[in-house]
Structure formats: structure tokens, C-alpha cells
RNA sequence: CGGGGUGUAGCGCAGCCUGGUAGCGCACCUGGUUUGGGACCAGGGAGCCGGAGGUUCAAAUCCUCUCACCCCGACCA
């Protein structure tokens, strides 16, 4: 492609108030475009690296013996009540209604979709395992949308639906795609992780997270140092049967004090956070360690509760007359749960439930004995020692959730009655899976883990285009003719080339080409032609070498090997 | 939903406090000089100052209401 032809609208700014790197770079560099809030356009150049992904999943899908559909956006509200999430899903539905008041939402996921079909088709055993995927628009209405790409409200996601007759056989499914998915990110180029997760809202028993990993993250996972057991820290399990660090400081005197500053980084651990939360309409008090967070998840499990959000700080004002930082366990008179990185502590501090006043010197099970539940409450953290080896201990790094694999069991066949007849000629609810990638998530991942101060690096698979061709001087007839000449003849190889070819100066061509970022560059201008030769430059690299011309064409196809081989 | 911030030319911003001709940089158009890391000179086009109401002789500027967006948090996966 011809920069003189092509539509690529670079700027030389951003807007002062974005600040994720993936997000910066796909505007300035002509990828995306802001529509309304966390709805972007793609332009050419984005569109291409979206297109490049996709190839990449429907090629490891088909191996994986999935078929590809493509399901509507627009569903009916009747399905989303069959299954019960019309009611449950929340606010992230999308809903409206047409001009006879018939009620419909933008599929923000598709199992209802996609069990609509495949229950009126498979009536045997026979007709199964089966496994569906779609790459389609999705549309979540988030409260806040942020970073882009990152966590938009319409996104472009690769869904798969599997279909079998058993366990044992939808346990085979569900590993043959963690396989598949394993694969895709790894030609894709990125640097990720597998770890277990939770299966939130889509539900199940089993769960897989893929994360890019990069430090802009907003994922934290934990993996053990001993035994590889990975997973978010929302579900990592913690081993503190024989946690000895509280018992080792010894019992003082309880004594209240005027509060002089806020606590320190270091001094968190001795502190206690008093959390309120409303549970089912009870208001609790969950009480956790300064320098732990709490895991909603397991407190949730914990309480046995269907619902369960943090106390407002208006309501707190109101009901008790007390700003969140000076509650605190002793004399509060509701229900509480402690996390057992608490048991037995000494020496703890806390708020006084008086205004800038706290409790030091406390012993937890002298001076706090309302506590109703206690239980591993808290997020995994680093230096936890690992739950599952009991040996290792656990180190953090961030990631981005880029796919998402899930064993559904019946969940949705049951109360959806897609069913089959087995070989007895019993009707049984079939096995399911589901599986989600965030393609638009991924070229916004890559970016995350690929760039420097001045733009984009892209792995070579999903970059918009191989090889970026610099005309340094077109008005002068030797060079422009040198470029043209390579410009064709690596074209002619397949290889996808950006030939910039404008009446620009250098200076504007190389900034252009660093914050596109397309892996490998050809310069081609009068300094190093009178010697016969061209520049060659990866992306990544910091100076770049010197080829003879006739030399180029073989030297790029080499480098793309290399690459295609390292990656 | 709580806290903070911003809406002025296609993009990035100043002006607002203290009301009185709507400005700067980039981009764009014309002409000229330049030509290896976002050139320079001269000229030019481009704006219902987010919207509605109010105060005033006069509002981008002051007041009230409203809408939108961005950031932090909560929520969500």
C-alpha cells in the first residue's frame, strides 16, 4: 500500500486526559477512532490488525473441530427470561424495546442465542459432541468504560459453545480448547498466562483465564514458586492453617489515641480495615488486615448470600455519623466477619468510631470477641505461601484478560431444556462449554506489552503490515526509482509493505513509521545510495544496518523467517 | 453511583478570576526557500466559545439548570 493512497490519518498529539499507552497510540496512529463513550470506529490500519487476529482464531478453531456461525446482535427479551438472566444480568444488558413494545437487548454474550438453535436440532447422541464459535460484536453497557480498547462497551469477541453428551467427553472438549486458545496467543505473538479463575456471571464449575501479561493490567495473578499453580487472585487459595507471624509479637495494653497521620505503606499490616458491607439487606462489618483486599467472591461464599455491595460513605454518615476511616471493630454493634490473617494478632490498630480517634494495642481475641464468622476472606498477595502445594510461595504480576474459557455443565441446558436421547433412548440435558476471546481486546494487549516512547512494536503476526518502505527523497528520480523497485518486487513476494512514498520530509516519514510501528523498516535515500546500498531496521532495534540493494529483497525474506521462527 | 476535571476552528490548547473586536500552535489552501528524526518566510480559509434560561447597554467570561466526555474509586469480566 501507497501512503499516498492509503487512509491513514497520524496525529503528532493526544488529548491530555488519556492515559493508557495502547489506547494513545492506536488514535494518534490512525487505528481507531473515538465514537461516544467506549465505542470506537476502526479505520484501515486498525481493521487489519483486527482481521490478522481473527485469521489466526478461525484457523486454531477449525482445527479444534469448531464450525463457525454468526448469531445476531439484536436478541429477544423472551430467551433472556428463559434462562433467568433477563432478570439477573444487571444493568451491562442493554435493553429496548421496538415500535410494538416487544422487548430486546444487544447480546453482551450468546449462550440463550446459541441454545435457541441447537436444542431443536439435536435430538441424538448422535448429532453429538458439536462446537460452535462466531466472531461478532458484542455490546455491555459498563458503568465506566476506560483505556480504549481495553474495556469498551462494544467489543469484537470470537464466542464458542460446545455441545456433549457427558462430562468425561465435554472435560475432553474443554481441554482441547484451552489447547487451541494456548495456541492462538502464542502465534499471536504475546507473552501470557493460563491461570484459574472465577466464572462470575456466566457460571459453572470450572474456569480459565489467558492473560497478556503487561504491568498496565488490571488483572493480578499470583503463580507459586514451587508447584506452577497460577491463578487470579480473586480465586488463588491461600494456605494459612499454620500462620505463626501474629502469634510472634507479644500481648500490650489496650489504649486509645488521637490519630496524628494516616498509616504508611510498611505499618499497613498492623492495622485493621473495618469494611461495611450490605449483605441481602444486612448490614456487616468485614474485618481485614491494612495491607490486605477483600475477595468478594469468598465473602460472598461465605455469607451464603445472594447479593452483596459496599456500604455507600452517605449511608454511613447518615446511620451511624461516621466517616469510613474512623470505624473500627470495638463497641460496633453488627454483625461481623474477620479474615483469618487476623487470628490471634496483637497489637493491632484500629478506628475508634469517634471522629479522628483510634484503638492501638489490640489483641483480637481479648478485645474483639463479637465476631461471628472468620474465614479466608482476602485476596491472594504476594509472598502468601501457595494453597495448593502448601510449599511455595506466591509472586504477582498483572495481566489482561484476554480470553476466558469456561465448563458450563448444564447450567443452561437444564433450565433451557436442550436435551438429547441417549443410548438407552433416555432424554438427558447435553454438556456444555463456553469459551471467549476479546479480539479487540488482544490488538489493544499487544500494544500494552509492545511499545516504547515513541510508538507501536507489534509482534510480526498481527501487525497491520510487515515491512514499512521509506522514500527519504521521492522528487529524486534514482531513489524513487530504487523504492518502486523494491516496493514491487517484495509485493510480488506476498510480503504486506506500507510504502511511504509522500512528498514529506524524512523526519515526518520516520516519526510516522516508529509510532505505526510495523516490524521491519527499508529506508531508501540519497546518503546511502551512492554506495548501492539501503538501511534495514527491526522495529526494536536501535541503529540500523547497512544493505547492498541488490541484496534487500533476500535479506527481508530471511528476517521474516527469523521472525516468523522466534515468535 | 460517589469524588475530581474538561467542553472555545479538524487536532492540541490559552482567554474566564477582573464582562467590551475570539486568540495561539499543529493541520489545511496559495506562493517561495528548504530537504536524513515532526523545516522556514509571506499570504489565506476555517468558530451558534456543549445546550437552555437568567443578570446586564453589553456574556466565552457572572448566576441557575442541563447535556456530554475524561480521570480516580465502586461495579463489572
Redesign the pocket.
Known sequence: MRMTHAFIP???????????MS?IYMQ?GGYIR?I???VYSFLPLGYRVIRKIEQIIREEMDNAGCQEVLLPTVLPGSLWKESGRWDH????LLRFTDRKGTEYCLG??HEEAIVSIVRDEIKSYRDLPLNLYQIQGKF?D???????LM?GREFLMKDAYSFDVSSESAKETYEAMRNAYQKIFKRCGLSFSIVL??S???GGSLSH?FHVLAQSG??TLVSCSECHYAA?V?TAEIDNTESTENVTCSPEDLRKETVVSKPSENSLSKHIKTLL?HADDELIAVLIRGDH??N?VALKDILNVA????A???VLKKTMELSLDDVGPIGLEIPMVADRALRDAHGMIAGANESNQQYCGISIDRDITTIRTWGNIRCAAHGDRCGHCKQGTFSTTRGI?VG?TFFLGTKYSQPMKCQFLNEEGKSAPVVMGCY?IGITRIAAAAIEQNHDE??ICWPLPIAPYQVALLS??P?DDE?KATADRIYQDLEARGIEILYDDR?????????????IGIPI?I???????DNGQ??F?HRTDKE?CLIAQSDIITFVERSLETLRNNS
Open positions: 497520524t496525529r503528532k498529539e493526544a488529548p491530555s486526559d488519556e492515559e493508557v489506547h494518534r473515538w461516544a463513550s467506549g444480568y444487571g444493568k451491562e453482551p454474550t455491555r459498563e458503568l465506566r468504560p476506560r483505556a480504549g474495556r479463575a472465577d462470575g456471571a456466566i483465564e488490571e488483572d487470579n480473586e458491607y483486599d477483600v468478594d447479593s452483596l455491595s459496599v455507600q460513605p452517605s484478560e476466558h471467549g515513541h510508538g527519504l527523497q522528487n531513489v512528498k514529506e520530509r524524512p523526519g515526518v516519514k520516520f516519526k510516522d513509521a516508529d509510532l523498516r529506508t531508501v535515500g540519497r546518503r546511502t545510495l539501503v538501511e531496521k540500523s
